[in-house]
């Protein structure tokens, strides 16, 4: 049988929110082919990118589909002139996962989570579980809950 244990699926299950954990049947190539084999939107799929405001000083945004990240939006929000994206090594030291599979829940230290307006605007998201191939699918509500209010704002370049 498939593990279904993850840090974040423990995370969650503490938290008693629910959710449906998704194995994807071989490997995902794109937003698209994940969205599909999912039963969802590509705007459905909630990427969780984090980014490095200084030394030891991370943020991580919660983007749904494949809209950019509005760089002047972000740094006018954190009120910083610098900001970079995560290297993969700082992603994983930061998280504790592999790029791919990232999420804002099961994090080794309590990081600061900005949720992008496109999130909010499905009902239902699916988000990084901690391992590769598989996903969470969980109600954006629920979400939000687990997450505990969290800051939400727009960051994503605007069609």
């Known amino acids: 049988s498939m593990d279904k244990s993850t840090p974040v699926t423990r995370d969650l299950d503490a938290r008693r929110i629910s959710y449906r954990f998704f194995h994807h049947p071989g490997p995902v190539h794109s937003l698209e082919q994940a969205a599909q084999e999912r039963g ?3 705007e459905q799929v909630v990427r969780s990118i984090l980014f490095r405001l ?8 919660l983007m749904a589909g494949p809209r950019q990240i509005a760089w002047p ?5 954190l009120g910083q002139s610098r900001i970079s994206m995560a ?12 790029p791919g599979s990232v999420s804002p829940f099961g994090l080794p230290a309590p990081l600061r989570v900005l949720v992008d307006q496109s999130v909010l605007a ?13 996903t969470i ?6 979400l939000l809950q687990a997450l505990g209010s969290p ?8 069609e």
């Open 73 to 77: 939006a972000l740094r006018k929000y």
């Open 87 to 98: 290297s993969p090594e700082e992603v994983v030291s930061v998280t504790g996962y592999q």
């Open 54 to 61: 200084s030394e030891n000083q991370y943020v991580m945004v």
């Open 151 to 158: 800051e939400t704002g727009q960051f994503g370049e605007t």
């Open 122 to 134: 499905q009902t239902e998201i699916s988000i990084g579980s901690g391992l590769r191939g598989t």
């Open 137 to 142: 699918i969980l109600n954006t509500e629920d």
């Open 40 to 42: 969802q939107q590509p």
